[in-house]
């Protein structure tokens, strides 16, 4: 989704906004990125865990989580003058699997969130967005109580294409959250920019 709009009679800069996906495993952290960097009230779908999930859903591992996102995210952030990105964070578990599709319809790109406690929850997104040649970012999500991992060493645990940036963040700051979203911008820029001059020449 890229929607542009410009006032030829003002003369004022035309403003650009570009849908972003906020992926990745259960509970690990997108609706608190999605929060974090959101300049408006982020809308969230938040289900409390024992009704939304009932059996199905595995909370092993994630501790003190009482809510689960059950359709997505929505927030806004300008990240300069004149671009701004429309972030939809995704729901973690499996059992939403249908929803993605829908959300990443237009997407210039995606942030797949890695908790290094548990890498694997992620490879479902890594693969998702690998195979519709969606540019994505790996943000590392340093929860306090786990091992620094170093951003080589979770590329090459992850079998990342070469170049896919992986960058550590704390999901909960503005700042940090922002860097990660900027670094993705930029990415994807380059991806996109590569591949339609590939297509002409
Ligand atoms: N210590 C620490 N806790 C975090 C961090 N990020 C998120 N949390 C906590 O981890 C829990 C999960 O965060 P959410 O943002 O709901 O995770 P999610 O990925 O949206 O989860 P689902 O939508 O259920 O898949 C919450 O209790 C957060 O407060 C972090 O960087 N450090
Ligand atoms: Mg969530």
Redesign the pocket.
């Known amino acids: 989704m890229v929607h542009e709009h410009s006032d030829a009679t003002s003369g004022e800069t035309a403003a650009l906004a570009l849908k972003i996906l906020v992926a ?12 974090a960097v959101s300049e408006i009230r982020p809308l969230r779908t ?1 289900e409390l ?1 024992s009704e939304a999930g009932r059996s199905a ?1 595995d909370t092993g591992g ?9 359709a997505m ?1 929505f927030g806004r952030i300008t990240i300069r003058s004149g671009l701004s990105l429309y972030l939809f ?5 499996d059992r939403f699997w249908f929803l993605w599709d829908e959300l990443a319809q237009g997407a210039l790109g995606a942030v797949v ?1 890695a908790d290094t406690r548990r890498l694997e929850d992620c490879f479902p997104a890594v693969d998702y967005f690998e195979h519709r040649h969606i540019p994505f970012v790996v943000a590392v ?5 786990a091992r620094t991992y170093g951003a080589h060493e979770v590329a090459r645990a992850l079998d990342l294409d070469r170049g896919t940036p992986v960058v550590l ?5 503005r700042d940090s959250g922002k860097e990660v979203l900027v670094r993705l911008v930029e990415y994807a820029g380059r991806m996109h920019t590569a591949r339609l001059l590939d297509s002409v020449g």
């Open positions: 990745g495993g259960f509970g690990v952290g997108k609706t608190t990125l999605v929060g938040e865990l859903d994630v501790d003190r989580k009482v809510t689960t996102t059950v995210d964070g995704t729901p973690g578990q969130l999500n340093c929860f306090t109580d963040c704390d999901a909960r700051d």
